[in-house]
């Protein structure tokens, strides 16, 4: 007889929460959802999913409870509760009302330091229960279409149990090290694209002020070495200039302060790493923050004299 799915807590259901949910309903597991926006909770109902009232009431009873939030202030809140991390007053939060032996993934993309400090309050809990960080990357398409690249930070047997879960939602899933790794290879991962972005936005300017046909250029760019995931998901934006939020500015914002300040703890030098995060910065600055993060874009014309 085959054991049965374990039943999950879903805490944040937007551009990539929702869909990576949906993909774990769709693999057979039983999942309740909790979010603030209501139209994500009726989606969720949509899609076969319970939702909760509360993060108390999502997590009660769960096997396993999976956060997927902006940023840091936001983990801390639903890990520890309205009062903070002892949880003695208010609602508390997933530490407190999770059942003993729970497995927590958190799916957030924060800084490092946040990730080995969740998992060292979880351990002081007394209730067994276990945490792993697992950002992901690959955007909404790769929540969408269920091929996220997940890199875990954590102990070996929690990786190990949450493999099947996390197969569900990327196709690359690799335990990175113990707590705290998986956000640090996350760190280098938005580093990598943003530098990425920022040099296919460059090209594009330089190809379209020298006259060449800039469906073409990018067609054989991205046969050669010049090719990247960057240049495969992003060339329709590039094109259309379609800036319809994957990942917003105002996030990979928010992942270049976790790498520069994370570099900065360890002592590595990010020199095309600090420029890039000065240009998002000054895009945030410029009102594209809620733009996708193909809008780099709109800053390489800007500085080039061309209107966006």
């Given at each position: 007889m085959p054991t049965p799915s374990p039943t999950?807590?879903?805490i944040g259901l937007g551009i990539m929460g929702s869909p990576m949910a949906e993909n774990l309903i769709k693999a057979g597991y039983d999942v309740t959802g909790y979010t603030l926006e209501p139209d994500k909770l009726d989606r969720l109902a949509a899609a076969g999913g319970t939702p909760?009232?509360?993060v108390a009431q999502a997590v009660r009873g769960a096997d396993v409870v999976v956060t997927m939030l902006p940023a840091d202030p936001h983990v801390e809140a639903v890990a520890y509760g309205k009062s903070g991390k002892d949880g003695n007053d208010g609602e508390g939060g997933v530490l407190a009302h999770a059942r003993p032996g729970a497995l927590i993934l958190d799916m957030s993309t924060v800084s490092p330091r946040t990730s080995v400090a969740l998992a060292e309050a979880a351990a002081a809990t007394?209730?067994?229960?276990?945490v792993l960080d697992a950002p992901v990357s690959g955007g909404e398409a790769g929540a969408v279409e269920g091929v996220l690249s997940i890199m875990v930070g954590g102990e070996r047997a929690d990786f190990d149990a949450a493999k099947p879960l996390l197969h569900?939602?990327?196709?690359?899933?690799?335990?990175?090290?113990?707590?705290g790794a998986g956000q640090t290879v996350k760190a280098a991962n938005q580093l990598i694209v943003a530098v990425n972005i920022q040099a296919c936005a460059e090209a594009v300017v330089f190809l379209e002020?020298?006259?060449?046909?800039?469906?073409?250029?990018l067609e054989v760019l991205a046969g050669g070495l010049a090719g990247s995931a960057v240049l495969s998901r992003k060339r329709h934006n590039f094109l259309a200039r379609d800036y319809t939020p994957g990942f917003r500015i105002d996030l990979h914002h928010k992942d270049m302060g976790i790498v520069t300040g994370a570099a900065r703890a360890v002592g590595a030098a990010l020199p095309a790493g600090d420029l890039v995060a000065g240009l998002v910065a000054a895009a945030r600055e410029q009102g594209d923050g809620a733009l996708d993060h193909s809008a780099l874009l709109r800053g390489v014309?800007?500085?080039s004299g061309v209107a966006s």
């Open positions: 999950v807590a879903w909760a009232a509360s007394g209730k067994g229960l276990r569900a939602l990327g196709t690359t899933v690799v335990r990175c090290g113990p707590h002020k020298s006259g060449v046909d800039l469906t073409a250029a014309e800007r500085l």
